[in-house]
């Protein structure tokens, strides 16, 4: 069994468009290479995708993991991040009460975004 | 009429759950607070919520625009920016083909992304 404990999983919406749920694999391969503070860092998509987010979370439990964050890729606080994402992490927890799970603001709720528009259009 | 001509417009999917489009509507305050190099930020919504693209667009039109970018406020590159996006764009682009509309990049597709993720986790 890996002895890792600290992981990250990275929660987007899910497309019927693969390459678009490609690009999440690919920036959690990105991230991976910008930060060394957990020990995995991967993907779950709430629909239309694989992983779900509780298949997400089992794999890594599985594998070992003690501690994880979930991170909502999503900009904004809509249904999905209030409710839906929720309610998937909170499936895995009833099952693996012995892991502790914790979820991340989603990112749209972060400080840089505006500035990281502005970056962007220039 | 407003002789201002560059403007924003900031394109989200919207949702049912009102407070989530707001925060849409907040950010383009915050925008236009940091960034002058527009006449005007608004946003405008694929789904859900109003104004829609093709009516936001119209309303800026109206209000004198001659040259409006439009961003997608999405963080992968589904449907939804593949295909919807510029379809709704391309409706007012055919109703007035006096006006320059540009449709940049979505905001998943920036460079700035990843390091954002790593700083909000942080």
Redesign the interface.
């Known amino acids: 069994m890996n002895t890792s404990n600290k992981h990250?999983l990275?929660v987007?919406?899910g497309?019927?468009?693969e390459?678009?749920?490609n690009?999440?694999r690919q920036?959690c391969v990105?991230?991976d290479q910008?930060?060394n503070s957990y020990d995995s860092i991967s993907s779950g998509f709430l629909e239309l995708a694989e992983p779900s987010i509780p298949d997400g979370l089992r794999q890594l439990i599985t594998s070992g993991a003690q501690e994880i964050?979930v991170?909502p890729?999503?900009?904004?606080?809509?249904?999905h991040?209030?409710e839906d994402i929720p309610s998937e992490v909170d499936i895995v927890r009833q099952e693996h009460p012995e892991v502790s799970i914790h979820l991340?603001?989603y990112?749209?709720?972060?400080?840089?975004?505006?500035?990281?528009?502005?970056?962007?259009?220039r």
């Open positions: 990250l990275i987007a919406h497309s019927r468009r390459a678009s749920n690009e999440v920036l990105k991230l910008l930060e964050t991170m890729y999503f900009l904004s606080a809509g249904r991040v209030t991340a603001p990112l749209g709720s972060a400080e840089g975004v505006a500035p990281l528009i502005i970056k962007s259009l």
